[in-house]
């Protein structure tokens, strides 16, 4: 730049006026607001983008701790954490790599409940994977804060363990396994099995919570079909046999077993009552039938479990559990066994089961 009387050159091309002032060669220029707001909302940007990616950074190092925690046995289970292990393996986790399952049996004893609960916060698991209502409400008394996974509960909007199915809210979620429908849909299958049954047993345990309901409902749908329900209690594993005998008694011709933990690890035993006592029974898990018993009808447990797997997922990368809509899954899973058809002598409706 040079510059001569009133002109001057710059860059080349002659301009009007005044020489350039010495800060406006040497120094930098004023501050241009729309630059400056421009270079901050570039900032910003940048921050927010590599939140995630140091959130993500961090969690590939992590070893996630799962909860497993359940009212039933080691045995009845395998079937249902291979499943929920599918599903994990399916979403990229893999034992002792980047998550550890640690599971802890009641064995159908519900006192112990909180205590396995307790003994799990204290291991600092990251999410809690229940089943059935004692177990999420033993859970979520030991832990205000740790997110809780729940499958397979009948009711948890009126068991008081999420506010609505869409919007959970606190620190429960995940997949209910029951509605009206499936009541119904257990009696008509027996009446096709026993036209003309008229009484029909039913066998549950009062101390779980979710079993009256289910009676109520049972009770329901049984008026609208001109059957007559007779209730029969069992809340340890040796009533299973004085309630069996008091059945007889009243020689109902069918019977229903709610669903219960307890009653599903004697499952054996109340499939050999039933045998015995000529009574042609319907179940609510598969197992029943796999033991030799006339039917089952409800959901698919193993897929229930194998779904859980999705919201561990979830809530692992930062979902919270209340903002997580629950679902209630359909039931159709129905099996039936030849060996309980033979010891009854009935023609089972056509399944999609066995």
Known sequence: MTCSGGRHRHWGREIDGPALSARAVGAPPDPNPRWMMYLATLASVLVLLAVPLAIEAQQAGKLWRVGYLSSSSVERERTRVAAFHQGLRELGYLEGKNIVLEPRYAGGDFDRLPELAAELVRHKVDVFVVAGAPVAHAAKKASSVTPIVMTAIADPVGMGLVASLARPGGTITGL???????????????????????????????????????????????????????????????????????????????????????????????????????????????????????????????????????????????????????????AGDQHESREGARAHDATVPAAAGR
Not at 284 to 291: G, I, K, N, Q, S
Not at 294 to 306: E, F, H, I, P
């Open 176 to 330: 209910s396994d029951f509605n009206t429908g499936v009541v119904a849909k257990r009696l008509e299958l027996l009446r096709e099995v026993v036209p003309s049954v008229s009484r029909v047993a039913v066998l549950l345990n009062p101390t779980n919570p979710s079993n009256p309901p289910q009676l109520k409902l049972t009770q329901d749908a049984a008026a609208t079909l001109a059957v007559t329900l007779l209730a029969f209690e069992a809340k340890r594993a040796d009533e299973i046999d004085r309630a069996f005998t008091a059945i007889k008694t009243e020689r109902p011709g069918a019977l229903i077993v709610i669903g219960d933990p307890m009653l599903g690890s004697h499952r054996k035993r109340i499939v050999e009552l039933s045998s015995q006592n000529r009574l042609p029974a319907i179940y609510w898990v598969r197992e029943f039938a796999d033991a030799g018993g006339l039917m089952s009808y409800g959901a698919n447990y193993d897929d229930l479990w194998r779904r859980a797997a999705t919201y561990v997922d979830k809530i692992l990368k930062g979902a919270k559990p209340g903002d997580l809509p629950a679902h209630q899954v359909r």
